[in-house]
Nanobody
Framework: QVQLVESGGGLVQAGGSLRLSCAAS????????MAWYRQPPGKQREFVAE???????DYADSVKGRFTISRDNAKNTGYLQMNGLKLEDTAVYYC??????????????WGQGTQVTVSS
């Protein structure tokens, strides 16, 4: 079992910044990709950003130039640096990770989500 725990959400004024973290624990052997999704109030979950080993990064058009995804492989932790936050960035942010657990079993795990609220 691989568990993901997000942290770093909170309330911030428009134009401000937040840094989300996603820590993977448990039977982690290797992580191939880490991604962030978000679910705005009353809407469906949507893709935000992804970082893949050997491939690079990808972003939703709505966050390009403002958000940066990164990873610390030694810590099995991913980050989402969010700058220039807008009201429409308000959402519950979820971390997703995929890779291999000990025993070479594939895993695809989700975190519990962290609330980001941007105020005017």
């Amino acid at each position: 079992q691989v568990q993901l725990v997000e942290s770093g959400g909170g309330l911030v004024q428009a134009g401000g910044s937040l840094r989300l973290s996603c820590a993977a624990s448990g039977a982690v052997f290797s992580i191939n990709s880490m991604a962030w999704y978000r679910q705005p109030p009353g809407k469906q979950r949507e893709f935000v950003a992804e970082i893949q080993s050997g491939v690079g990064t990808d972003y939703a058009d709505s966050v390009k130039g403002r958000f940066t995804i990164s990873r610390d492989n030694a810590k099995n932790t991913g980050y989402l640096q969010m700058n220039g936050l807008k009201l429409e960035d308000t959402a519950v942010y979820y971390c997703n990770a995929a890779g291999s657990s000990t025993g070479w079993r594939p895993f695809n795990s989700w975190g519990q989500g962290t609330q980001v609220t941007v105020s005017s």
